[in-house]
């Protein structure tokens, strides 16, 4: 493994630890500055930023991985000699994705108002962040010129859902930090160890080469 990969693997690793460690520091009560956040944003679930929330939640949600994952199966269809970098592409989604379904019932953290599910990691910001990240992989292995636009379109997408999660109530803002620290360092790790990252140059040499 070339220290470039190194690297990659090893901030993976720090950030899939700092999930744990603030999972575990939030498990049992939440943090003042959670607390704070909810008591301000109480009742908005029902009022026109609610309503804007929930209308967003909808689109920004568990739909976008199996959306990605059938756009990648086409074009593993269309196309076969891209069938090993897609798969590899579904593998990292899917690993990215389980990290919110894997996670909950470890932390057992309950939502700041009455919802059925845990709360520990945002399944919604996981779901947002997973698409998010592998579409920047897509881009960075087949329209590099592409990978700026997408990473901040990812960025922004997911911390609008984040803030959207919160101002229903039904997340605390911890809860989708949380849940981007896992997908970075989940996508990270898995990435690295497929070889999807560093992205590649028409030449074959590492962009980072």
Not at 26 to 32: C, K, N, S, T
Not at 67 to 78: F, K
Not at 176 to 204: E, H, I, N, Q, Y
Request: hydrophobic share 55%; charged share 15%.
């Amino acid at each position: 493994m070339t220290v470039p990969r190194v690297r990659w693997v090893v901030t993976g690793v720090v950030l899939f630890a700092a999930f744990l460690a603030l999972g575990l520091l939030v498990d049992r009560q939440p943090l003042q500055f959670d607390t704070e956040v909810a008591n301000v944003l109480r009742g908005q679930d029902t009022r026109p930023a609610g309503l804007v929330a929930g209308v967003v939640t909808n689109v920004l949600g568990p739909v976008l991985p199996w959306v990605l994952g059938v756009a990648l199966l086409a074009l593993a269809l269309r196309d076969r000699s891209k069938l090993s970098l897609c798969v590899r592409l579904a593998v990292v989604l899917v690993l990215c994705r389980l990290t919110s379904v894997t996670f909950k019932p470890v932390f057992l953290r309950q939502r700041p108002r009455e919802y059925p599910d845990l709360s520990y990691p945002s399944g919604h910001v996981v779901a947002v962040a997973s698409t998010g990240l592998v579409v920047v992989l897509v881009c960075g292995w087949f329209a590099p010129r592409f990978v700026r636009w997408a990473v901040g379109i990812t960025v922004a997408a997911t911390v609008v859902a984040a803030a959207c999660r919160v101002v229903l109530g039904v997340h605390w803002v911890t809860d989708t930090v949380g849940a981007a620290l896992a997908v970075l360092g989940m996508g990270l790790v898995s990435a690295t160890a497929l070889r999807l990252v560093p992205f590649r140059r028409p030449d074959g040499r590492s962009l980072d080469e």
